[in-house]
């Protein structure tokens, strides 16, 4: 059973950064998508970026330029960068991942992924 562990969340001001990490562990298969997704109160979960086993990463137009996904394969670890944040970032942002089968790419669309983190809380004042 893939398990996922959100971490790095806060409260930072406008303009400010954060990085969040996310440990998976349990993996059975070889090749996962991986993506952060963020939910808001009173909003639905929305994707904000995703990444492929080759590498390959998709972003929200909402945070092109100031989030960056990466993962450490060695680690298990899954980042997101988080720049220039602005007040709209504030949410509970989660981690998930889904196996690959066949030909597939990762997009960030919660609806794509099986397993998910507990999330970790993100507040930026303005």
């Known amino acids: 059973q893939v398990q996922l562990v959100e971490s790095g969340g806060g409260s930072v001001q406008a303009g400010g950064s954060l990085r969040l990490s996310c440990a998976a562990s349990?993996?059975?298969?070889?090749?996962?998508?991986m993506g952060w997704f963020r939910q808001a109160p009173g909003r639905e979960r929305e994707g904000v970026a995703s990444?492929?086993?080759?590498?390959?990463?998709r972003y929200a137009d909402s945070v092109k330029g100031r989030f960056t996904i990466s993962q450490d394969n060695a680690k298990n670890i899954l980042y997101l960068e988080m720049n220039s944040l602005k007040h709209d970032d504030t949410a509970m942002y989660y981690c998930?991942?889904?196996?690959?089968?066949?030909?597939?790419?990762?997009?960030?669309?919660?609806?794509?992924?099986?397993?998910w983190g507990q999330g970790t809380q993100v507040t930026v004042s303005s």
């Open positions: 998930a991942a889904d196996k690959v089968l066949g030909h597939r790419q990762c997009v960030p669309v919660p609806g794509e992924y099986n397993y």
């Open positions: 349990g993996y059975t298969y070889s090749r996962y998508c």
């Open positions: 990444i492929d086993s080759d590498g390959t990463t």
